[in-house]
Nanobody, 122 residues
């Protein structure tokens, strides 16, 4: 089992920045790919970014490319999502997830955090 706890969400004005963190505990953190997903009311939970177990490869959704950066610190069992140039459409609950391989689909992830709310005001 891997337990994931997100933090860093909040209210920010459009154009601002936030950094989300996801701390992991339980089984070996380094063995897992990690993803950040988001879900707005009435919408699907979509992958915004993902990173391989060694940080060697990353994935970004089209809507966040050039604005968001995913990174991980395996020594601290933590994955980060730096979000810059935030837009009102980035408003959602953000979840981190762990899976065996870097992937875009939520079904490929086996462990999930509880989520953290990000609200971007215009």
């Amino acid at each position: 089992q891997v337990q994931l706890v997100e933090s860093g969400g909040g209210l920010v004005q459009a154009g601002g920045s936030l950094r989300l963190s996801c701390a992991a505990s339980g089984r070996t953190f380094t063995g897992y790919a990690l993803g950040w997903f988001r879900q707005a009311p009435g919408k699907e939970r979509d992958c915004v970014a993902a990173i391989a177990w060694d940080g060697g490869s990353t994935y970004y959704g089209d809507s966040v490319k050039g604005r968001f950066t995913i990174s991980r610190d395996n020594a601290k069992n933590t994955v980060y999502l730096q979000m810059n140039s935030l837009k009102p459409e980035d408003t959602a609950v953000y979840y981190c997830a762990a899976g065996f391989n870097i992937a875009q689909h939520k079904g490929d992830y086996h462990y999930w955090g509880q989520g953290t709310q990000v609200t971007v005001s215009s």
